[in-house]
C-alpha cells in the first residue's frame, strides 16, 4: 500500500532555533499533502495545504512567516518551524491525497526547550 | 463550517466485549466522504474505513463495522470482540468532495481494552 515517511522522528532543539520537517511519499506522487498538528491529548488540527509548484494555504489562525512549507517536487514536502519557541512543542503529521484515501506520515514530536 | 463531534472521550471494556463509536457530523455540503482512523500510543495514524455520501451501505470487515445513517448525520463505529490490540484513540473524521484530502477531525475516543 501507499506509504508516506517523515524525517525526523523525534527532534530536540533549543528555543529560538529553526527546525525542518520533510514529509515523502515513497511509492506515489503526491501534487497535494497536508499539515497537521497536534498536542498532547488532543486531536489533529490542519495547519496549511502543500502545493506542488505553488505557494502553501494556512488555515485561519496559522502564521505562514512561522510555519514555512516548501512542495519542491511531487514527493516531498517541507515544513519548516522558524524560531522555534516551547509552545510551538508537538506532534506534527503529514498526509498525502491518494486515490479513494488520505495516507498519514509516521509524524514527528518536536520539544523545544 | 464543517464539524465533527465524537461525544465519548473514552471507552473502557473488557476483552472480547463489544465496542461501538460514536461520531455525527455536520456539513452542508451534499457530497462527502467519513473516516475512521486508528491513534496507537506510537502516534502514527492508521486508515480504518471511508465512506462516501452517496453510499449508505453498512458492512462488515473483520472485526469492524460501520453504521452510516445521513438522516441522523451519524457514522458509527463498532469493533466486535474487542482486544487488548485495539486500544487506541480512535478518530472520526469529514473530507469535503471539493476539498479532497482536507481532514476535519473529531476530538477522538480513548478505547481501554483490558485483558
Known amino acids: 500500500g501507499a506509504v508516506v515517511s517523515q524525517h525526523p522522528s523525534w527532534v530536540i532543539c533549543k528555543s529560538g532555533t529553526s527546525v525542518k520537517i520533510e514529509c515523502r511519499s515513497l511509492?506515489?506522487?503526491?501534487?497535494?499533502m497536508f499539515w497537521y498538528r497536534q498536542f498532547p491529548k488532543q486531536s489533529l488540527m490542519l495547519m496549511a495545504t502543500?502545493?506542488?509548484?505553488?505557494?502553501?494555504?494556512?488555515e485561519q489562525g496559522v502564521e505562514k512567516d512561522k510555519f514555512l512549507i516548501n512542495h519542491a517536487s511531487l514527493t516531498l514536502s517541507t515544513l519548516t518551524v522558524t524560531s522555534a519557541h516551547p509552545e510551538d512543542s508537538s506532534f506534527y503529521i503529514c498526509?498525502?491525497?491518494?486515490?479513494?484515501?488520505?495516507?498519514f506520515g509516521p509524524g514527528t514530536r518536536l520539544l523545544v526547550l | 463550517a464543517q464539524k465533527v463531534t465524537q461525544a465519548q472521550t473514552e471507552i473502557s471494556v473488557v476483552e472480547k466485549e463489544d465496542v461501538t463509536l460514536d461520531c455525527v457530523y455536520e456539513?452542508?455540503?451534499?457530497?462527502?466522504?467519513l473516516f475512521w482512523y486508528k491513534q496507537p500510543p506510537s502516534g502514527e495514524l492508521v486508515f480504518l474505513i471511508r465512506?462516501?455520501?452517496?453510499?449508505?451501505q453498512n458492512e462488515i470487515s473483520g472485526r469492524y463495522s460501520w453504521n452510516f445513517q445521513k438522516s441522523t448525520s451519524s457514522f458509527n463505529f463498532t469493533i466486535t470482540a474487542s482486544q487488548v490490540v485495539d486500544s487506541a484513540v480512535y478518530f472520526c473524521?469529514?473530507?469535503?468532495?471539493?476539498?479532497?484530502?482536507?481532514?476535519?477531525f473529531g476530538a477522538g475516543t480513548q478505547v481501554v481494552v483490558t485483558p
Open positions: 465512506r462516501n455520501s452517496f453510499d449508505e
Open positions: 498526509s498525502a491525497s491518494y486515490p479513494e484515501t488520505q495516507y
Open positions: 502543500s502545493n506542488e509548484g505553488s505557494k502553501a494555504t494556512y
Open positions: 473524521a469529514l473530507s469535503l468532495t471539493d476539498s479532497w484530502g482536507k481532514l476535519q
Open positions: 456539513t452542508r455540503d451534499t457530497t462527502y466522504y
Open positions: 511509492d506515489f506522487q503526491a501534487t497535494t
